[in-house]
């Protein structure tokens, strides 16, 4: 049986309930370019909904680059908690992905939340679209640790 | 340090930029990574001009008659690849990322890995540090790298502790400097079984180097490798590797040939070998002109 590897546990499981042998890999390449386009994709959205009624209609052009520097800084911020935890002890990744991950991945869902109570329509949607996501990721995540599966 | 100093780690090819790559590979999330490579591709596409006017001059030979606007998109798509295959490296040093990567002449690199003392003859292209430490560590044997010297010393630095920690310490880093020390040096490993890795698609100034024919254009290449083999008699075994996909890469070795004198004179064998090298690395690069990291001008009529 050909076996597929992901690093999120909903394509995992679904792939699973595919008949597909699956195991936990960096090495989906879909997640890579699809999933990272869309997270930076959603939080243009959400950074050019908040600044829209305080900017000129031709910074949204410099919006990518803007989104950009936040994430950086955001990183930055990330690196430098994730130092205090190492040296409190809480800490021991080899990386600091994983925590890097769990603030961003947070920190969207925040953001979600936030289109979900005060957005318009399509915005509302997107933000539903990524809360679903996310609760389908931890119940896949749950069911596959009942399962026992990778 | 002096302000001239401090400022030089942000130049292009300054140390800020390594240490920076370590950082963002241990910190961006797997999945944040395309957009973040295509973003700082986009900041180096404008920024590091000699750079990319270089690889616009070397598009513009390899691929003839191409427009000069597809050719900047093929420069942004050279610089892009570059960045992966950087950002690749850095992964598999910091995080020992273990990359997918199928062989293509496999016989020829398990005549490498076997041989008595040969030379292992690559191009700036696609993942050459990935592929010395991938080779050290697959075969258990010691690699001497011949690198162009880099610009600033911390930058050299850092590559160097970088490549001999990915390859657990199979890969020595020797640099290709005037220097009488290094054919020596290199003869000697050569004679005692060892196998040297040069790139031979650049030739540094004050390097022993000759003219040769590449896409039908005048270029020098450096000719050490070659007078090297014929010195210790060892063959040549041209061998590439370059990006197929995320974490995936293709190795391809190449049967290997050998400077003989066979009655010629010296300087006849050396040309022969050398004009070999010519028409296999233009067939390699030819089809992969994305990962030909050449970015400096090779061609000088351009």
Same mark, same amino acid.
């Given at each position: ?150 | ?152 010393? /911390? +930058? #050299?630095?850092? %590559? ?6 990915? =390859? &657990?310490?199979? @890969?020595? $880093?020797?640099?290709?400097?005037? /220097? +009488? #020390?290094?054919? %020596? ?6 004679? =005692? &079984?060892?196998? @040297?890795? $040069? ?6 100034? #004050? ?96």
């Amino acid at each position: 049986m050909k076996s597929r590897g992901y690093l999120f546990a909903l394509p995992r499981l679904l792939a699973r309930l595919a008949g597909y042998e699956v195991c936990r890999a960096e090495l989906s390449a879909w997640e890579v370019y699809g999933f990272g386009v869309f997270v930076f994709t959603m939080a243009c959205v959400v950074a050019g909904w908040a600044i829209w009624p305080f900017v000129r209609p031709g910074f949204v052009i410099l919006l990518p680059i803007a989104v950009w520097v936040a994430f950086l800084l955001l990183y930055y911020v990330n690196f430098l908690l994730a130092q205090l935890l190492r040296r409190l002890g809480f800490y021991t990744a080899v990386t600091n992905n994983p925590l890097q991950h769990f603030v961003i991945m947070a920190l969207m869902t925040l953001l979600a939340a936030w289109l979900i109570v005060a957005g318009n329509p399509w915005l509302r949607s997107l933000g539903v679209f990524w809360c679903a996501l996310v609760a389908l990721n931890l119940l896949a995540l749950a069911l596959l640790k009942i399962l026992h599966a990778p | 340090m002096n302000a001239r100093r401090w400022f030089r780690q942000f130049a292009v090819r300054g140390v800020f930029w390594r240490r920076y790559l370590d950082f963002g590979v241990t910190n961006v999330p797997i999945y944040l990574r395309t957009v973040m490579i295509v973003l700082w591709t986009c900041f180096f596409f404008f920024f590091a001009a000699p750079a990319r006017r270089a690889i616009l001059s070397n598009l513009a030979v390899i691929l003839p008659g191409s427009s000069r606007l597809a050719n900047y998109a093929r420069a942004w798509l050279t610089l892009f690849h570059f960045a992966w295959t950087i950002s690749d490296a850095a992964d598999h040093k910091l995080a020992r990322t273990e990359f997918a990567y199928e062989v293509e002449g496999e016989e020829f690199l398990d005549q490498l890995a076997a041989a008595r003392g040969a030379i292992l003859l690559t191009a700036h292209m696609g993942n050459y540090d990935l592929g010395a430490a991938l080779f050290a560590q697959r075969y258990q044997r010691e690699l001497h790298v011949v690198r162009a010297p880099e610009e600033d010393p /911390a +930058t #050299a630095r850092h %590559l160097d502790e970088s490549l001999e920690r990915a =390859s &657990g310490g199979g @890969v020595k $880093v020797a640099y290709n400097t005037s /220097a +009488t #020390a290094l054919p %020596l040096e290199l003869l000697n490993a050569l004679r =005692s &079984g060892e196998i @040297v890795s $040069v790139q031979g698609d650049r030739a540094m100034p #004050a390097v022993s180097q000759r003219k040769a024919w590449l896409f039908g254009e005048v270029v020098r290449l450096p000719d050490g490798p070659f007078i090297l083999a014929l010195v210790a008699g060892t063959p040549i075994y041209p061998l590439f590797i370059w990006r197929t996909g995320f974490h995936h890469y293709k190795i391809l070795t190449l049967p290997p040939f050998h400077c003989h004198r066979a009655g010629d004179s010296r300087e006849a064998a050396v040309e022969a070998a050398l004009a070999t090298w010519c028409r296999t690395l233009e067939s390699v690069v030819r089809r992969n002109w994305s990962q030909w990291f050449s970015l400096v001008p090779i061609f000088p009529s351009r």
